[in-house]
């Protein structure tokens, strides 16, 4: 069965004081790697995808990372409207690959 | 404006009773889905569907179901409500069925008491 964990399940990061998300996976065949960002009372919203171990992608202060096993997203130097919770899925290459598998997400929270 | 919008926002309800929640894109995308987002935040897949195929996921009951007037339109049926529906619901779309990024409405909280 394929599974996706997100660690930790909460952050806290003071203003300015970089971290890193971790998303381990285990899947029969990786098509791709999503990274999502989701607001309170809102849907997730589209961050990244990532196709193959060794691919790296950036936007603003966001860096997201995959190996053969586990994704990270690097946020440097965070801000508080980076306070979200953020969520991984896999896209499996196998049958009924028509689904993503989310994991439960990490919420992190950026104090000023 | 807005690329995937879903009504209502909230529904509060009895048991027993069916209800509907309405989605719509305006990205001109091919494949729509639903999604149930659970006490626990865990997203799982529902129902997938583009204009020649209908994928259910197997773990969903047949009190749901969905309802797709066109391309732009995929609505949710729930029949004799229950407990357990509670959950938050959205509605996504893509360009297509492959390795594409989702798009998201957000989300119809569905209060069953």
């Known amino acids: 069965e394929d599974q996706v964990t997100q660690s930790p399940e909460a952050l806290r990061l003071q203003e300015g004081e970089s971290s890193s998300l971790n998303c381990s996976y285990t899947v029969s065949g990786l098509r791709g790697l999503f990274w999502y960002r989701q607001d309170p009372g809102k849907g997730p919203e589209f961050l990244f995808t990532l196709y193959s171990a060794g691919e790296e992608k950036e936007k603003e202060r966001l860096k997201a990372t995959l190996t053969k096993k586990e994704s990270f997203l690097h946020i440097t130097a965070p801000k508080p409207e980076d306070s979200a919770t953020y969520l991984c899925a896999v896209h499996p290459s196998g049958a009924g690959s028509y689904q993503l598998t989310f994991g439960k997400g990490t919420k992190l929270s950026v104090i000023p | 404006d807005t690329a995937v919008s879903q009504t209502p926002k909230y529904l509060v309800t009895q048991m027993g009773n069916d209800k509907s929640i309405k989605c719509e894109q305006n990205?001109?995308?091919?494949?729509m889905y639903w999604y149930k987002q659970d006490s626990k935040k865990f997203l799982k897949i529902m129902f997938s569907?583009?204009?020649?195929?209908?994928?259910i996921n197997e773990t969903v009951p047949n009190r749901f179901s969905p309802k797709s007037p066109d391309k732009a339109h995929l609505n949710l049926h729930i029949n004799s409500l229950e407990l357990g529906d509670s959950a938050v619901y959205f509605c996504?779309?893509?360009?297509?069925?492959?390795?594409?990024?989702?798009?998201f409405g957000n989300g119809t909280r569905l209060t069953v008491t």
């Open positions: 996504a779309s893509s360009p297509k069925s492959g390795v594409s990024p989702l798009h």
């Open positions: 990205l001109g995308h091919d494949t």
């Open positions: 569907y583009n204009n020649k195929e209908l994928i």
